[in-house]
């Protein structure tokens, strides 16, 4: 099936949020964080970099981890309290990518 252009669009929105978040893996924020944190932060960033490459495949791996990447995120984010503007706009932002995800998915490819 030919991908839909929404999803085209949710890719692209994706690839540009793994852009602008990649930095701040090297941040000092992050670095106060913990010993650790910068690669749990690191390794969130690239799920949901792999998981928009399966978005733009239209494979339904994709929508799993993209799922599995946002909530990871949420708790992350909860769990050393980066709770201010920016994280609740990509909380809406994902709400509205995950229904959007999840009406396409059953017509994806279930295949690697």
Do not use: E, H
Not at 25 to 33: A, D, G, Y
Request: proline share 5%.
């Amino acid at each position: 099936m030919i991908r839909p252009r929404i999803m085209s669009f949710i890719c692209i929105i994706g690839y540009l949020s793994v852009v602008f978040t990649f930095p701040q893996v090297f941040s000092p924020q992050i670095k106060k964080l913990g010993v650790f944190m910068p690669a749990i932060y690191g390794i969130l960033v690239a799920a949901n970099f792999i998981a928009c490459v399966g978005l733009w495949y239209f494979k339904q791996w994709g929508v799993q981890l993209y799922l599995i990447s946002v909530f990871a995120k949420i708790l992350f984010s909860l769990l050393v309290n980066q709770l201010g503007f920016s994280f609740y706009f990509n909380l809406g932002l994902s709400i509205i990518f995950i229904i959007v995800l999840i009406r396409f998915f059953p017509k994806m490819d279930p295949n690697l």
